[in-house]
């Protein structure tokens, strides 16, 4: 069968993405799964909220599935339901399934109030899925209701079949790297601990299962050999496992993997063992759900770690030559002046490089939302409103939303204009064996000021001679390319073309084959109207767009000087 699984849009535009723009792994698993059954399934990534939902529709219809399923969480649940109520009323044949932990907490709500859903995969959902398709592929409909994990009508109301246990050895499922190319994966399913806010205690029933090293690098391989460098791994607490993480770093490193990638862990999961393995694997950013620097709400939100705990973590990993990146949530129970401050302290202590600050959500499925249903007399009909979420700030009177609007304002401004002073008090491990990987993480982070994240933020002061330093001090550990472009960059920015020439020179005498480097000096000849210089530089270049509308430049210039 066709099988087109979709990531809908979400309803609100964000100011970054990052927490909503990748297709869920288990969305990979399952298609994964059906692709090994013998199924056509293809995944499509349609988070963005301003989506041509039309437009989207004619693409499914040339694909033309027999089922179409939704890997939805509650922001993105009207975009699957728009999408599929699109569908059905074009080709009413057409099965719509929904699943995530979306859809595995929302079911009945689902399955009550929106017709165009005819059936939801509550939890783990691989097995389930390829149930499901398999009775829908030979037409029995009555063997559907005896698939563990399904949701469906029964005489017209919903029933949710037995649930399923959780996949024991999740080594045993397909690759879905076999199939297709992405960005996230995890080694792991699960977290074991039980904070207020999240969904995830209750989804996996805070069971841990693990991949094997091995399962998870041949993943990394062969994305890697299809082109990918760059990974997010989005397990809730990357460093369970210490033995298990430090076997998947020795075995990247076995591999020779060229490959740099992101991890999320605890404070209190960490140590110097752990940290320098994964850098020399490639693990160049690590983010940590601080929360709050006011111990009250991290009680509240049951984090269960201590302040030492978070300093720790926070001066361990930037000694490894690692990005630490904070998560904070403000707009909780008690938040005021005195919360605050004690947020603004924890950050000058941390001093992260990074910093994510969310309003504390109510989610279906958390601690959370059981209490506010209960205290309210509210049943799950509230989500009938198209909302992504609840805030916590709109349930208590003692919060307003000009006090949560200037506590996030006064979070981030500090963050910012702090920024080049956490830069400037770095201090990395004195290890030879790090040298190289120290000198990446100064380039890397100073181009971040220089031309990334950072380079235009107002509230950054100076950010150009953050980036300078940066790139200054990352030559003092090795002969970084990155730095020596980063340096050639902005001389040439400040209109310094024959300074920028010395360094653009002296780097591609170290480093010949970088094409970033000899791109770079063609147009700082341009810029000192050498252009028979550059012109061949650029003609070493000829699979890069920019280089080929420069060459063409050059050429016109060249030809002009003539006449």
């Not at 209701?145 to 246990?165: C, F, M, S, W, Y």
């Not at 809730?236 to 298990?244: A, C, G, R, S």
């Not at 198209?386 to 981030?412: F, K, N």
């Not at 830069?423 to 064996?433: G, I, K």
Request: hydrophobic residues 40%; glycine residues 8%.
């Amino acid at each position: 069968m066709k099988v087109l699984l979709i990531y809908p849009p979400f309803l609100n535009k964000r100011v970054s993405s990052d927490d909503v723009a990748s297709v869920p792994i288990g969305l990979y698993h399952v298609a994964a799964v059906l692709r090994d059954a013998g199924h056509d399934a293809q995944v499509a990534n349609w988070h963005m909220p301003n989506l041509d939902m039309a437009k989207a529709v004619q693409t499914i219809e040339s694909f033309g599935p027999a089922v179409v399923g939704f890997s939805i969480v509650n922001g993105n649940r009207f975009g699957a339901l728009d999408m599929a109520a699109m569908l059905k009323e074009r080709n009413p044949n057409l099965t719509i399934v929904l699943g995530g932990i979306g859809a595995t907490f929302l079911w009945e709500h689902f399955l009550t109030h929106f017709p165009q859903v005819d059936y939801a995969v509550v939890g783990e959902g691989e097995e389930a899925m390829a149930s499901l398709v398999k009775c829908l592929e030979i037409g029995d409909s009555r063997g559907i209701t005896d698939i563990q994990g399904v949701a469906a009508r029964v005489d017209g109301a919903p029933v949710l079949t037995e649930q399923k246990g959780y996949i024991r050895d999740i080594d045993a499922l397909p690759r879905p790297s076999r199939f297709y190319k992405f960005q996230h994966l995890s080694l792991s399913r699960g977290c074991p601990h039980n904070c207020t806010f999240c969904g995830s205690p209750k989804f996996w029933g805070r069971t841990m299962r693990f991949h094997s090293a091995d399962y998870f690098v041949r993943q990394l391989h062969t994305l890697a050999k299809s082109g990918e460098k760059f990974f997010y791994v989005s397990d809730d607490t990357f460093t369970l496992k210490k033995d298990l993480v430090i076997r998947v770093c020795k075995e990247i490193i076995e591999a020779g993997l060229d490959i740099s990638w992101n991890a999320i862990s605890r404070v209190d999961r960490v140590d110097e063992d752990i940290l320098y393995w994964m850098r020399k694997a490639g693990c160049i950013q690590i983010s940590y759900g601080v929360e709050s620097g006011c111990e009250t709400t991290r009680d509240m939100l049951n984090k269960n770690m201590s302040t030492q705990d978070i300093l720790r973590a926070f001066e361990l990993t930037i000694r490894f030559g690692i990005l630490s990146r904070a998560y904070f949530i403000y707009g909780c129970q008690g938040e005021g002046p005195e919360v605050l401050q004690a947020n603004l302290d924890l950050m000058d202590a941390i001093k992260p490089l990074g910093a994510v600050f969310y309003i504390l959500d109510i989610f279906p499925g958390t601690r959370l939302y059981e209490e506010y249903l209960q205290k309210n007399n509210l049943t799950d009909d509230i989500w009938l409103k198209r909302v992504e979420d609840i805030m916590y700030w709109e349930s208590d009177p003692a919060l307003t939303q000009d006090l949560i609007e200037e506590t996030g304002d006064a979070l981030r401004n500090h963050f910012y204009r702090n920024l080049p002073d956490y830069v400037y008090s770095l201090q990395l491990e004195n290890n030879p064996d790090l040298t190289m990987e120290h000198s990446d993480f100064y380039s890397r982070l100073g181009m971040t000021f220089t031309v990334g994240d950072y380079a235009n933020d107002s509230r950054i002061s100076n950010a150009s001679g953050v980036g300078e330093f940066l790139f200054e001090k990352a030559l003092t550990f090795a002969q970084d390319p990155r730095a020596y472009l980063g340096l050639g960059l902005l001389r040439q920015k400040c209109g310094q073309f024959e300074k920028a020439l010395d360094i653009l020179e002296k780097a591609l005498e170290l480093f010949p084959n970088d094409q970033q480097i000899r791109l770079c000096l063609g147009t700082n000849l341009m810029n000192l109207g050498a252009f028979g210089r550059a012109l061949k530089h650029f003609e070493l270049l000829p699979h890069l767009p920019g280089a080929i509308k420069y060459a063409e430049q050059c050429r016109a210039c060249i030809a002009g000087s003539y006449r």
